[in-house]
């Protein structure tokens, strides 16, 4: 009994890696992303679609729909979990250079403000590639772009832009910090009342 009850609190406190889940964007009001979405907190994310914002890299950039995100201005841009107690990994994404050819898209992932991992990724401004981050347990990715020259051409526009789509995710669930006292409570409370019973 003793063992199954060890067993039963080990599993309580290991937190649960759920199903990948992919966004997609197509359900996203347009302009900047609100914190919520997608269960995500976001910074400096602008959702657009294809029919009003279709110069450059903008159009490749959907990759599964007329819908993706860019990083406003050019600058940083970063994803964050809702709270600490629910870290993700970010697996991947379409990334598209909105206007500059050879660019670099750095990507850097913090857990409670501490750095744990720094990414580097060629992108580029006629096609979408799809990147494989595969990154450790996180509560904030930032990505940022450097570099690059003007390939638009015939179309208006410079800078450090980028689309992204279809990101995909691992979410942890943790167990809320009530419910395992109380279901630990519980197991505990039958230990003893088993243990009870075969002294009697």
Partial sequence: MKRILVFALAVLLVPSMAQAQTLDFEDAQ?????????????SNFVAYNTADLFNGGYDTGAV?????????????????????????????????????EGMQ??????????????????V????????????????????????????SQTDSGSGTQMAFDDMAFNVVEVPEPGLIILLSSGLLGLGIARRRNDVA
């Fill in 124 to 151: 580029f401004y006629d096609q979408a590639v799809q990147l494989a981050f595969n990154t450790a347990l996180v509560d904030q990715v930032e990505f940022s772009a450097v570099g690059g020259t003007d390939a």
């Fill in 30 to 42: 347009l302009g900047f992303l609100p914190n919520g979405y997608g269960g995500f907190n976001w």
């Fill in 105 to 122: 898209l750095q990507v850097r992932g913090f857990l409670n403000g501490t750095v744990q991992y720094t990414q580097a990724f060629d």
């Fill in 64 to 100: 599964s729909g007329d819908q993706a995100i860019y990083n406003a201005f050019g600058n940083s841009a970063s994803v964050l979990g809702v709270g600490t107690s629910n870290p993700f990994s970010l697996s991947s994404a379409w990334v598209t250079a909105a206007w500059n």
